[in-house]
């Protein structure tokens, strides 16, 4: 699934205002600041299951209940573990 650049713009705001309330050190593996050189950023789905459930269903253009069997069956792949980017 191709998702449109101002979607993933709009989704990476969401994580970046989620990552404000984070209470996890400056120097977490949940900001990738544990690899040196790598960019902090949060890599944690801020905006939970719902949120992002409702953003597969927007972009793949599917019904709810075919969003929870998408990101299924991507976590059965392993190209997509629980909410950690």
Known sequence: M???PTSEKRWTAM???GADRATFGEI??????????KPRKYLLNSGGR???LAIV???G?????????YVKELSKAKRYQRDVY
């Open 2 to 4: 191709e998702v449109d």
């Open 15 to 17: 994580i970046d205002r």
């Open 28 to 37: 977490s593996y949940y900001f990738g600041t544990n690899i040196p050189g």
């Open 50 to 52: 719902p949120k992002l």
């Open 57 to 59: 269903a927007e972009q």
């Open 61 to 69: 253009k599917m019904a709810p209940e075919a969003a929870k069997g």
